[in-house]
């Protein structure tokens, strides 16, 4: 098969690339200076030219709290970029896969969110992948809403590189210990995304690494297998203020995964440890 994969010099857009070409499918690659994607006619001709029989969308504005100084930019690129791969997508029928958010919801409860709960985005960033759910709902039947949390790949920035430059020069660090989710290693992201796409099982799936814990633990747990010394003081996010607000609940139900015959992703302790081996933040394990 051939994929075009946006947003190809982003942490997922790397590994997904990746996983393609191991299995043998043709994957083409691009990112802002290949596609822009706010430009609705450079996406048309891109796509069209590239003889794809499916896109894999992980281009993205994920700046969640400048988004909220620049929410023309971020639904520019979010939902009308989204828009613009979604409706040539429809008109060359091709397989569309969109990266969404647990952002789409509004944090309340503890009860895990499902697939086809109703979306109630709390912030710019959430409130514009949102309405690229939506964009992709309109114009195409054959498509896969793959909603994420807390991503973490060797391409890129994220939490545990910041907790890691963060313990080059502090030996205490507070973190906020009432939103709870799941992380999400792209590397296994990946494999998942391409099971999903050589299929025809469309619909929306979240997919998380398995296991629950707050940003406080994570960090915690970061350390521990990094072997840093660093003393982790939990805060609540009223005591850490942010421009934008978090979702509290970020638990997602993926039973729906099983259900359609794919893999559940691996404890994201296990997904911590591979990644730290992969960065070179700590030395691979015996097996």
């Known amino acids: 098969m051939r994929v075009l994969v946006t947003g190809v010099k982003g942490q997922l857009g790397y590994d997904v690339v990746n996983e393609l070409e191991k299995r043998g499918h043709e994957a083409v690659g691009v990112d802002i200076q290949e596609m822009d994607i706010t430009d609705p006619v450079q996406t048309e001709k891109v796509i069209t ?17 400048a988004a909220e100084d620049n929410e023309e930019l971020c639904r520019k690129v979010n939902a009308c970029g989204t828009e613009n791969v979604a409706r040539v997508c429809g008109k060359l029928d091709l397989k569309m896969l969109y990266l969404s958010t647990d952002y789409v919801f509004d944090g309340e409860g503890t009860r895990p969110w499902e697939p086809d709960d109703e979306r109630h985005p709390l912030n710019v960033y959430g409130q514009t992948k949102y309405e690229g759910e939506l964009a992709v709902e309109k114009y195409l039947k054959k498509f896969y809403i793959v909603r994420i949390a807390w991503v973490f790949g060797k391409n890129g920035k994220n939490f545990i590189r910041t907790m890691l430059n963060l313990a080059e020069n502090h030996d205490t660090l507070t973190v906020v210990n009432d939103q709870i989710g799941s992380p999400t290693y792209t590397y296994d992201l990946a494999a998942l995304l391409v099971d999903m796409i050589e299929t025809d099982k469309y619909g929306f799936y979240h997919a998380t690494n398995e296991g629950l814990c707050s940003w406080y633990e994570f960090a915690c747990e970061i350390f521990r297998q990094a072997g840093k010394q660093v003393k982790v003081i939990p805060v609540s996010s009223e005591e850490y203020p942010a421009k934008a607000k978090r979702p509290h609940n970020s638990r997602m139900n ?3 995964l099983e259900a359609n015959g794919f893999r559940r992703l691996p404890a994201w302790q296990d997904a911590l440890r591979r990644y730290l081996e992969q960065v070179g933040a700590v030395q691979p394990s015996a097996e």
Do not use: L, N, P, S
Not at 50 to 63: K, Q, R, S
């Open 254 to 256: 993926k039973d729906k």
């Open 49 to 65: 030219e590239a003889g794809v029989e499916a896109v894999i969308h992980c281009a993205a504005y994920t700046a969640v709290d």
